[in-house]
T-cell receptor
Framework: GAGVSQSPSNKVTEKGKDVELRCDPI?????LYWYRQRLGQGLEFLIY????????KSGLPSDRFSAERTGESVSTLTIQRTQQEDSAVYLC????????????FGSGTRLTVV | AQSVTQLDSHVSVSEGTPVLLRCNYS??????LFWYVQHPNKGLQLLLK??????LVKGINGFEAEFKKSETSFHLTKPSAHMSDAAEYFC?????????FGTGTRLKVLA
């Protein structure tokens, strides 16, 4: 598509429930990233996918967080047993393999855990 | 290891006056540096990037940034602020695929 698409744009969930966030990258972008932005803070790296290579999961804050990507297509970020501290905007970005071109970000999913 | 520090969390300027948003970085190797802008309830947009070519980088909407290795700085400037420039600005450093974001500077433009 023309840009990075994320869904849903907003999600309110009860504490303890599981949520799944979706990211549809720009066609042809081999790299895909998930970041988290808490209110009033910068972005925290969560996970990075590059083609068929093993993902870099070093930023995932706990084992409740997981992400998948099939090939160079859609990615899903799953948060199990959500906690209030998971409330944040989750941003997805994609890029061509060469980092110097910069990421293109989606508009994010605003997750609120009540 | 890499890090980035945005020296001001908030900056206020009057419309038509210059803008200066300060960023210092730390990197053990030659970095790439970026500035992103985030308007309220909008996604992040790339303003400009430095990737070891010209040290003075021009971006969109009249913004510029100068890479100064001796000062480890990459400050963002604009000669004349416009009301539409009010937003959050993020300085980013990377030496690999992983971006390291600053904590952001919120720019307020006064009429």
């Amino acid at each position: 598509g023309a840009g990075v698409s994320q869904s849903p744009s907003n999600k309110v969930t009860e504490k303890g429930k599981d949520v799944e966030l979706r990211c549809d990258p720009i066609s042809g972008h081999t790299a895909l990233y998930w970041y988290r932005q808490r209110l009033g803070q910068g972005l925290e790296f969560l996970i990075y996918f590059q083609g068929n290579s093993a993902p870099d999961k070093s930023g995932l804050p706990s084992d409740r967080f997981s992400a998948e990507r099939t090939g160079e297509s859609v990615s899903t970020l799953t948060i199990q047993r959500t906690q209030q501290e998971d409330s944040a905007v989750y941003l997805c970005a994609s890029s061509v393999e060469d980092r110097v071109y910069g990421y293109t970000f989606g508009s994010g999913t605003r997750l609120t855990v009540v | 290891a890499q890090s980035v520090t945005q020296l001001d969390s908030h900056v206020s300027v009057s419309e038509g006056t210059p803008v200066l948003l300060r960023c210092n970085y730390s990197s053990s190797y030659s970095p790439s540096l970026f500035w992103y802008v985030q308007h309220p309830n909008k996604g992040l947009q790339l303003l400009l990037k430095y990737t070891s070519a010209a040290t003075l980088v021009k971006g969109i909407n009249g913004f510029e940034a100068e890479f100064k290795k001796s000062e480890t700085s990459f400050h963002l400037t604009k000669p004349s602020a416009h009301m539409s420039d009010a937003a959050e600005y993020f300085c980013v450093v990377t030496g690999t695929y992983k971006y390291i974001f600053g904590t952001g500077t919120r720019l307020k433009v006064l009429a």
